[in-house]
């Protein structure tokens, strides 16, 4: 029997909780069987996984721990603590930009990323306010932002 994936607890309410499992992120396959394996479950009402955000969001009945027990048994994942941890929020920020670049880059072949698309942004917006005549105000600060952005942030 394999040996379970670690798994945390991002968020939980009565009757519903959402597990992440970090080191299967991407595993489209692992997470079909997860999916699989929680819906034959009589404990699981419905579940909804997602291999980009190694997530897996779990409407169940009853108490979670039974259920919690039953998928470490299986050798699926394992949670070590039933409390959801608390993440900072400049940390969620950072991982939510984190993945948005990520999906900006692959949707555009790498071609453009956060970095870019914000120059891009800045450099219209300072346009628009050239446009409307806004030069030494709004316009002189949006292309400083954008000749930040093109030295690296420095």
């Given amino acids: 029997m394999a040996e379970p994936e670690p798994a945390r607890i991002v968020h939980r309410l009565p009757g519903r909780v959402r597990l992440r499992i970090d080191r299967r992120r991407y ?6 069987a997860l999916a699989l394996e929680l819906a034959l479950s009589e404990r699981v009402r419905s579940v909804e996984v997602n291999p980009r955000t190694a997530s897996v969001l779990v409407y169940h009945e009853g108490p979670l721990e039974p259920l919690l ?3 470490a048994a299986r050798g699926f994942v394992r949670v070590e603590s039933l409390a959801p941890r608390e993440i900072p929020v400049a940390q969620r920020l950072a991982e939510r930009a984190g993945a948005l670049d990520d999906r900006l880059r692959r949707a555009t072949a790498g071609e453009l990323d ?5 120059l891009l942004a800045l450099l219209l917006l300072a346009l628009v306010q050239v446009i409307r005549g806004q030069v030494a105000g709004p ?3 949006l292309l400083w932002y954008a000749s930040n952005l ?3 942030g420095r």
Wanted: glycine share 10%.
């Fill in 27 to 32: 595993d489209t396959a692992w997470f079909d």
């Fill in 69 to 71: 027990d039953e998928l």
């Fill in 114 to 118: 956060l970095r870019g698309a914000a």
């Fill in 139 to 141: 316009a002189v600060s």
């Fill in 150 to 152: 093109v030295r690296g």
